[in-house]
């Protein structure tokens, strides 16, 4: 299962700026996730999706997509990629991301809070989970386990 990463627009069928309604429209057309969590107004749908144990949650702000963050899948054997501008960002080491989205011509701004973001795509990275996930030598993650993409930094 390949996840684009659509800056300013959304995460495949989640858009931004669609409503609860579309969202779960979209959701129900698609079939890949489970809802985990959701109110009847939400402001927070959590997502899914089982094979992978990859998490997605979709966040409203006045009843409209204003973000859709994914968070690294759990299965290391998961068919699965998670793409931004065609690289895969939780599988490609965060070291290697970082530098291949500059050469791009991504500006990347990192902060001392453990977030990478890519303000004029409107994407956030971490690497900052407490799940087990592969280390380095050091003990530091070797690949960014969330990604945000939202309408606004």
Known sequence: MDLELLPHVGVERFRLGMSVAQARGALDEWGLFRVVASDADPGQITLTHDASRL???????QGTL????????????ADVRVLLDGLDVFRTPSEDLFEQLAERGHTI???DLGFDALPELGVILSNQSSYEYPMDEEGDPIHYDYVLVTDRI
Request: charged share 35%; hydrophobic share 35%; no cysteine.
């Open 55 to 61: 998490d997605v949650v979709l966040g409203f702000t």
């Open 66 to 77: 204003s973000g859709v963050e994914l968070f690294r899948f759990r299965n290391e054997d």
């Open 109 to 111: 701004e990192e902060n």
